[in-house]
């Protein structure tokens, strides 16, 4: 039995069509026993950015030797590569397009792998236009299953590897600025800066010309107001107490924020 029972998916399919269930068969049909989680089908299409930013948010709360197959992936049936590798807490299956970097930063590749062995694949000539269902899916699976990583095709130069990295916060006299890496569906805006910067102090953030007072929890401004914390992933947040803060402030992913410290 492998030591791997666990495949999570994350895409930006949707739930409209049947393509996550596809991608589900496909698993199926090589190991209907293994567990298949859902991380989000909720990307938004083609945002490579907030793939890569979920699926950093979510490796560390599942088991050692989970697969993660993810599907963000505007560059398929061109010249991107389909790619699996290793790292400590598991593997990555998926399109070489940064949308792993984020979980690189924090704990880098063992082995990495262009996936040229068509034996792992759903068919030998596999759609130009759906690798999650004929290429990523049934690699995963395999995976999972115990194939070894090296199986399933050629090996890669780790420095290789497409870089997305997380825009880096800078220290200034007054605190740190930096910018909104994503934005969740409650509208939640979510910098780049950690937590750690501020916890314990006293500061504020700074962002289309509002100045927001940091907080513990939603709750601590009235309804309606906005409200600055530190989120459950572990970075700087701002937020609307039972409102959409995207919305409020008119802002997008890569806006310009700042964190002041008083102590």
């Given amino acids: 039995m492998p030591a791997c029972k666990i495949i999570t998916l994350l895409t930006d399919f949707g739930l409209n069509d049947v393509y996550v269930g596809v991608m589900k068969g496909a698993i199926a049909q090589i190991n209907p026993t293994l567990t298949v989680v859902d991380l989000t089908h909720q990307i938004p299409p083609q945002n490579v950015a907030a793939g890569r930013f979920c699926l950093m948010s979510a490796y560390r709360y599942f088991p050692d030797e989970t697969v993660h197959v993810a599907v963000v992936d505007p560059g398929v049936g061109g010249n991107r590569r389909a790619i699996a590798l290793q790292f400590p807490s598991g593997f990555l299956v998926g399109p070489d397009n940064g949308l792993f970097g984020g979980i690189l930063s924090q704990s880098g590749a063992i ?6 062995n068509p034996d792992y694949w759903r068919v030998s000539s596999p759609s130009t236009t759906f690798h999650g269902r004929d ?62 910067l501020v916890a314990g102090k006293i500061w504020s953030v700074a962002i289309a010309g509002q100045t927001i007072l940091g907080s513990q929890t939603y709750s601590d401004v009235p309804s309606g107001n906005l409200v600055a914390l530190i989120g459950s992933n572990d970075w700087v947040e701002i937020a609307v107490n039972g409102g959409n803060a995207r919305i409020r402030l008119e802002v997008d992913l890569g806006a310009n924020v700042a964190v002041l410290i008083d102590s």
């Fill in 111 to 116: 082995l990495a792998v262009e996936l040229t």
């Fill in 135 to 196: 290429i990523f899916a049934p690699v995963g699976a395999h995976l999972a299953s115990g194939v070894p990583l090296k199986q399933l095709g050629r090996e890669i130069d780790l420095a290789s590897l497409v870089e997305l990295p997380i825009p880096k916060c800078q220290q200034t006299e007054r605190g740190v600025t930096g910018c909104i890496q994503y934005c969740d569906r409650f509208g939640n805006l979510v910098t780049n800066i950690p937590g750690s």
